[in-house]
């Protein structure tokens, strides 16, 4: 037994190896090219036992179940000594639930021990996407041979990655419910309802040799739902209750739009008086609709009647390792929703993802397009000198279409009573293989679920018109910003995003400091001379970054980046939401998340430190929002709630370099509910202020009650498109103080003088008091903030330990020196 090691249960075989201390951090430096990959070391090396002692009996007329939620590849179970699954059990999707009543110990003390089997066929990480290919032969994630945004994960996530457990149950075990809600006509997000419709159904598996007759019921507003039932001797059926209209309900809204109601039921069968299986299930009530926008020609999402300006992110994985959690996964979702974004998609070189994430999109109002599992790239869609196999071959991947379809089925089952579940896709920029396509959308699907959209594949012409040519995807990585606002694009994008890259504190957790330089690009490649950031996948900035003079370091390289980062998701979500309805239905920004340090594509790194791309995503997502176009120079109002906006105050006013103000108009305006429109052309006066060293220009919205709703801050270069200004720029501190507020909230209030010039562009930060360094993941109500002369801004500061932890908040920009703040 002296070779035996604590394993990491959920996890994979890499993860308990780190754990252990056996492999370094594959996530830091170079790291990952120190631990052995399994295409050279062959399946066994990966290849281990679990074990584990627990006490279970069985009291009479008990059952107990040994539940798998996901293994990776295959595995081979025994209890005490007996082989439980006599048959096969392999492919990452699939759950398992053995009943191990006859096989448990009369003492109660028991001894699990399964065999954990790496895929066969993990492929070579060539430097393809999906490395060789050949990884698309198995049903499972293709990424970990390698993308464009991650090396390749060396055991290929091989292990017992999700939960194990054990349920009890009587005679009749319950399983697999199913929730339908229907709600007709088009609904508000506020006020009394009509009423809507609850279907429910669920599985019931007879484990006994005789016929079991009982009822199945739920309770709902006070009322019980239930239907008798006789179960046929060792048989499943699938029993329906009879609708329930549900009076008055408190419906379920996408972020932004209305609230996240969510119900609580516990479904039961009970024979003979006695309780035999319950579940407990959340689901929210709301109506998925879609219809083709003739104009835009792209598909149009509507919940509960009331269409939705899409505004989402492309997901991958919450960690490339598989390390899950409920708080990460709320933490980023949370994110996501403080971003002011609507849905994310889940890419198909992935996962089904998690209950758990789920539960987390329900909660904070994120609509899920859930990818199955292909992808372009591995399953044959292009020519790829990389790849083993030729596109006909891979065409056909993976290996075994029943366990495919099989895993799909059970997915549907597991996902399907989530109100944030929208849309199922067939895979990512490719169709599955015919008899796949046609079972899942023509069978499968109007079979277990029947409510939502299937869309064959994530760049389909059936989501949006490609008039265009190529893939229907991008662009991606750096663009000016006027393309964003200027150069129509697909009419639904489904991968449109830029750059990404931390400051200088994010990238210092993971780029050892021989490493910290200015990334230096190789001429006529995509890499950069500095092997750490070529190898953490940098997309090159080209020259953005000169406007604001030539970084002198890493960590000034780091800190103008962020002025990028925040003008191109602004601009970027601004100029979708400017042409809402005309050009466009909807966008998802590729991507908003890594769950590996690459730097690229991210508004937040793995570690969940925001960088100043969230903040402008945020600001340029407002639910109702202000904004300048640099392209005609107009002031523009978007809506995107169901409400009528009237008598708005909008204020446009600039700003020198000294922090001299003018108005440039002060007009009352009005928007109708999702919807956007011009108000006025101001392009030739803010031509005229700018032209000689740039300027600021702040446009506001504020309501009735002069409360403001949208404050939009942009800085604008000079006529020759240098920002000259601002490297000229006055120093302006800030009076700043902070209090505790509450367990978990710090209010952070900042106030800029009336002699000082604008006070640009400042970071906040929640720290360690003794060590200095950052508490993550900590939420701000704002950040990367401008003040003008006069101007106080109340921040709010979120996170969850301050009770144990001595804190303090560190602030610093582009003309003020970084501070530390105390918390009264």
């Known amino acids: 037994m002296e070779d035996w090691m604590p394993a990491t249960v959920p996890g994979t075989v890499l993860t308990t190896l780190l754990n252990n201390g056996k492999i370094p951090d594959p996530f830091y430096g170079m ?94 990480p060539n430097g393809g996407q999906g490395g060789d290919g050949t990884i698309a032969r198995g049903v499972a994630l293709q990424y970990t041979a390698g993308w464009d945004w991650i090396q390749p994960v060396r055991d290929r996530n091989t292990g017992i990655w999700d939960k194990v457990f054990i349920e009890k149950t009587g005679a009749v075990n319950l399983k697999n419910p199913h929730i339908v809600t229907l709600v007709e006509g088009i609904r508000t997000a506020h006020g009394p309802q009509d009423p809507a419709t609850i279907q429910l159904s669920a599985e019931l598996e007879n484990t006994q040799n005789k016929e079991v007759s009982g009822t199945l019921n739920y309770s709902l507003d006070g009322e019980t739902i239930q239907q008798s039932v006789s ?96 708080k990460r996964y709320d933490a980023e979702i949370r994110f996501h929703r403080d971003m002011n974004l609507n849905l994310i998609r889940i890419w198909g070189g992935a996962l089904p993802e998690r209950p758990e994430f789920y539960a987390a999109c329900d909660k904070y109002g994120l609509l899920v397009i859930q990818d199955f599992w292909m992808s372009g790239d591995a399953n044959g869609r292009w020519l790829d000198p990389y790849k083993k196999d030729d596109q006909w071959t891979r065409r056909q991947y993976p290996d075994d279409h029943d366990l495919f379809l099989e895993s799909a089925i059970d997915v549907i089952k597991m996902l399907r009573n989530h ?70 694009t697909w009419p639904f994008n489904s991968e449109v995003g830029s750059v990404g890259t931390g400051d200088a504190v994010s990238l210092r957790r993971f780029i050892p400091e021989a490493h910290q330089v200015i990334p230096e690009e190789q001429d006529g490649t995509e890499k950069v001379k500095d092997e750490v950031w070529t190898y953490h996948k940098y997309i090159d900035y080209r020259d953005a970054m000169d406007p604001y003079g030539k970084p002198t370091d890493m960590e000034d390289f780091a800190s103008k980046a962020q002025l990028v980062n925040y003008n191109q998701y602004r601009g970027l979500i601004e100029g979708f939401s400017a042409h809402m309805w005309d050009w466009y239905t909807g966008v998802i920004i590729w991507k908003t998340q890594n769950p590996w340090t690459a730097l690229r594509g991210q508004m937040y790194d793995y570690y969940l430190d925001p960088n100043a791309c969230l903040y402008g ?46 108005v440039l108009t002060q007009i009352f305006c009005y928007i109708e509910p999702s919807d956007s429109r011009v108000i006025m052309s101001l392009k030739k006066k803010i031509d005229e202020l700018r032209a000689e060293e740039g300027m600021f220009l702040s446009v506001q919205l504020m309501d009735e009650h002069e409360n403001k709703v949208s404050d939009n801050f942009y800085w604008l270069p000079d006529a020759s498109g240098n920002y000259s200004g601002l490297q000229a720029m006055e120093k302006a501190g800030l009076e700043a103080s902070a209090k505790k507020i509450s367990d978990t909230e710090i209010e952070l209030r900042l106030s800029n003088n009336e002699g000082n010039t604008v006070s640009f562009f400042n970071r906040v930060s929640l720290v360690d008091k003794a060590s200095g360094e950052r508490l993550l993941p900590t939420f701000y109500s704002d950040n990367y903030v401008s003040l003008v002369p006069g101007e106080s801004k109340t921040i709010l500061l979120t996170y969850e330990n301050l009770e144990s932890n001595q804190t303090s908040i560190e602030i610093g920009g582009w003309n003020m020196a970084k501070q530390t703040i105390s918390i009264d």
């Open 231 to 326: 179960i046929p001797a060792n048989k499943t059926i699938e029993v329906s209750l009879p609708d329930y209209s549900l009076k008055n309900p408190k419906l379920w809204w996408p972020s932004g739009y209305g609230e996240q109601h969510l119900y609580d039921i516990n479904i039961q069968f009970v024979a003979d008086d006695n309780l035999s299986d319950s579940e407990a299930v959340r689901f929210g009530v709301r109506e998925i609709q879609t219809e083709w926008n003739a104009h835009t020609r792209s598909k149009q999402i509507s919940v509960n009647g009331q269409k939705i300006f899409i505004k989402g992110g492309n997901w991958i994985i919450s960690d490339a390792m598989l390390r899950f959690s409920e």
């Open 419 to 488: 109100a944030s579940l929208a849309m199922w896709c067939g895979g990512n920029e490719i169709t599955p293989p015919a008899d796949i396509l046609y079972a899942l959308r023509d069978e499968i699907l109007p079979e277990l679920d029947g409510t939502r959209w299937f869309i064959d594949y994530s760049n389909s012409d059936e989501m949006s018109y490609n008039f265009k040519g190529g893939n229907g995807d991008g662009p991606y990585g750096i663009q000016d910003i006027s393309t964003f606002w200027g150069d129509k």
């Open 31 to 124: 790291n990952n090219e120190k631990i052995e990959d399994i295409y050279d070391t062959g399946q066994e090396h990966y290849t281990y036992w679990f074990v584990k002692d627990f006490s279970e009996k069985a009291r009479k007329d008990e059952q107990v179940w040994l539940s798998f939620r996901g293994i990776n590849y295959s595995v081979e179970v025994y209890l005490n000594g007996q082989k439980v699954n006599q048959e096969p059990y392999e492919g990452m999707y699939l759950r398992r639930q053995f009943n191990i009543t006859g096989m448990l110990s009369k003492d109660g003390n028991n001894r699990l021990a399964v065999l954990v089997h790496p895929a066969e066929h993990v492929g070579n």
């Open 617 to 662: 995503l945020r600001t340029g997502s407002e639910p109702v929002h202000g904004m300048y176009d640099p392209v005609t120079g107009n002031i523009m109002i978007a809506n995107n709630t169901f409400e009528q906006q009237f008598d708005l105050m909008l204020k446009v006013t600039a700003y020198d370099l000294k922090g001299e103000s003018k």
